[in-house]
């Protein structure tokens, strides 16, 4: 591999330690300053919501006026500002609410061209082995920085100072990039591009809703990212309210959820050539299904770090499912469309899950939500597998070649 793909790799990886961080710590520093389930839950909101209304339009706008390193270099530059106004205005809920957007748009913007740029200095021949060391340590990251970050808080190290590092890996990767070697679209593509970018931002979601079997991976993948949407921000109050717990308690389950879905990783990949897809979606339902209910009736430390393992589990079972059927069905030249669109589309599950969240500030016990998961997880099955049943029975009539 090239200096250009070691770099980009290094400041992936970099930033990746950084995301864990934030995820970990900027629940805790909120509800620790506010205690507001409220306030957590509307942070989540406004860290999705770019997702949704401008994921899939920024980057037809951009591209072709700035090279993709210059996008992630000042993604990542002002993702590190960004990170440390929170922490600064933290005290200031609609000062944070809204730097808070702009990170998810931050982020939103950076997760479209990381992978671009990276396949654009990448040969056909070392691409594979590229991506399959590019995830490889994305897997180990998701294990270690989970783990790091509860070992500090566990030791007194504050939420606080967690993202000050979080904000420094931003940086650190921004400093990576700029060795980065990249140039920008230009000529008659980006005068094509411009004509029909209104066709190309909508394209993606019209391919969705034509293709049956994307059209029951975007219903199941939102009934889990509503269930989600729910359940974690609520996992903090449940810590405090219901357990009656520390922050470390909180981190050490955030920490298991990580380590269980490294599991579901490998055995996804040894065992994806045998399972079927629809036996591998079930699987991963009974196991959110069994989190949701030990979460809503069992009130005991111990059973709460089984439930979060299986969390972690069952999540990362689904989205790995929902990945690799969506590369799998999904033509290469249609994968960028259909993409942002399906995660603008899961993204807006994702709001309704963080709204409904706010619901136990108003006296409705937190435990409830959890049970409702639960019957939505059930409810979402039930309806999909017929559903799956009527897919399979138009791609046979069409041929096993979908036309998108």
Same mark, same amino acid.
């Given at each position: 591999?090239?200096?250009?793909?070691?770099?980009? =790799?290094? $400041?992936?990886?970099? %930033? /990746?330690?950084?995301?864990? *961080?934030?995820? +970990?710590?900027?629940?805790? !520093?909120? @509800?620790?300053?506010?205690?507001?389930?409220?306030?957590?839950?509307?942070?989540?909101?406004?860290?999705?919501?770019?997702?949704?209304?401008?994921?899939?339009?920024?980057?037809?706008?951009?591209?072709?006026?700035?090279?993709?390193?210059?996008?992630?270099?000042?993604?990542?530059?002002?993702?590190?500002?960004?990170?440390?106004?929170?922490?600064?205005?933290?005290?200031?809920?609609?000062?944070?609410?809204?730097?808070?957007?702009?990170?998810?748009?931050?982020?939103?913007?950076?997760?479209?061209?990381?992978?671009?740029?990276?396949?654009?200095?990448?040969?056909?021949?070392?691409?594979?082995?590229?991506?399959?060391?590019?995830?490889?340590?994305?897997?180990?990251?998701?294990?270690?920085?989970?783990? =790091?970050? $509860?070992?500090?808080? %566990? /030791?007194?190290?504050?939420? *606080?100072?967690? +993202?000050?590092?979080?904000? !420094?890996? @931003?940086?650190?990767?921004?400093?990576?990039?700029?060795?980065?070697?990249?140039?920008?679209?230009?000529?008659?593509?980006?005068?094509?591009?411009?004509?029909?970018?209104?066709?190309?931002?909508?394209?993606?979601?019209?391919?969705?809703?034509?293709?049956?079997?994307?059209?029951?991976?975007?219903?199941?993948?939102?009934?889990?990212?509503?269930?989600?949407?729910?359940?974690?921000?609520?996992?903090?109050?449940?810590?405090?309210?219901?357990?009656?717990?520390?922050?470390?308690?909180?981190?050490?389950?955030?920490?298991?959820?990580?380590?269980?879905?490294?599991?579901?990783?490998?055995?996804?990949?040894?065992?994806?050539?045998?399972?079927?897809?629809?036996?591998?979606?079930?699987?991963?339902?009974?196991?959110?299904?069994?989190?949701?209910?030990?979460?809503?009736?069992?009130?005991?430390?111990?059973?709460?770090?089984?439930?979060?393992?299986?969390?972690?589990?069952?999540?990362?079972?689904?989205?790995?499912?929902?990945?690799?059927?969506?590369?799998?069905?999904?033509?290469?030249?249609?994968?960028?469309?259909?993409?942002?669109?399906?995660?603008?589309?899961?993204?807006?599950?994702?709001?309704?899950?963080?709204?409904?969240?706010?619901?136990?500030?108003?006296?409705?016990?937190?435990?409830?939500?959890?049970?409702?998961?639960?019957?939505?997880?059930?409810?979402?099955?039930?309806?999909?597998?017929?559903?799956?049943?009527?897919?399979?029975?138009?791609?046979?009539?069409?041929?096993?070649?979908?036309?998108?």
């Amino acid at each position: 591999m090239n200096k250009n793909i070691w770099l980009l =790799l290094l $400041a992936k990886w970099t %930033s /990746n330690f950084g995301t864990h *961080f934030h995820m +970990l710590a900027f629940p805790l !520093l909120v @509800y620790e300053k506010t205690q507001s389930v409220t306030l957590l839950s509307l942070t989540f909101i406004a860290e999705t919501l770019p997702w949704l209304l401008i994921g899939p339009v920024i980057p037809h706008l951009i591209k072709n006026r700035f090279s993709p390193k210059a996008i992630l270099l000042y993604c990542d530059f002002f993702r590190f500002i960004i990170v440390l106004g929170t922490i600064y205005f933290i005290d200031h809920t609609w000062i944070v609410l809204s730097l808070i957007f702009i990170l998810g748009t931050l982020n939103s913007i950076h997760g479209s061209f990381r992978t671009s740029i990276v396949k654009s200095n990448t040969d056909d021949i070392t691409l594979k082995t590229t991506l399959g060391i590019s995830l490889g340590i994305d897997d180990v990251i998701s294990m270690i920085a989970p783990v =790091l970050g $509860a070992l500090m808080i %566990s /030791n007194g190290v504050s939420s *606080f100072n967690l +993202l000050l590092l979080d904000a !420094l890996t @931003y940086l650190m990767s921004a400093i990576l990039l700029i060795g980065v070697k990249s140039e920008r679209y230009t000529g008659e593509e980006a005068t094509q591009e411009k004509q029909y970018f209104v066709r190309e931002v909508t394209r993606g979601f019209h391919i969705i809703w034509n293709h049956p079997q994307l059209r029951w991976l975007a219903t199941i993948e939102g009934i889990r990212s509503l269930v989600e949407g729910i359940s974690i921000p609520l996992l903090m109050l449940y810590v405090v309210d219901v357990l009656s717990s520390s922050d470390a308690t909180f981190a050490w389950s955030r920490a298991l959820s990580a380590a269980c879905a490294i599991l579901a990783s490998l055995f996804y990949i040894k065992w994806s050539l045998k399972i079927s897809t629809e036996k591998f979606t079930k699987v991963g339902t009974i196991i959110l299904i069994a989190s949701m209910a030990i979460f809503s009736v069992i009130h005991h430390t111990v059973l709460f770090f089984i439930a979060s393992a299986l969390l972690g589990l069952g999540m990362a079972i689904r989205q790995l499912v929902s990945e690799n059927l969506l590369i799998q069905v999904t033509p290469a030249r249609d994968l960028p469309e259909v993409a942002s669109a399906f995660n603008a589309a899961i993204s807006s599950f994702y709001v309704i899950g963080y709204a409904i969240s706010i619901l136990p500030e108003q006296g409705i016990p937190v435990t409830y939500f959890f049970a409702l998961s639960a019957v939505l997880l059930i409810a979402g099955h039930v309806l999909t597998v017929g559903k799956r049943s009527i897919n399979d029975s138009e791609e046979r009539s069409n041929g096993t070649q979908v036309n998108l």
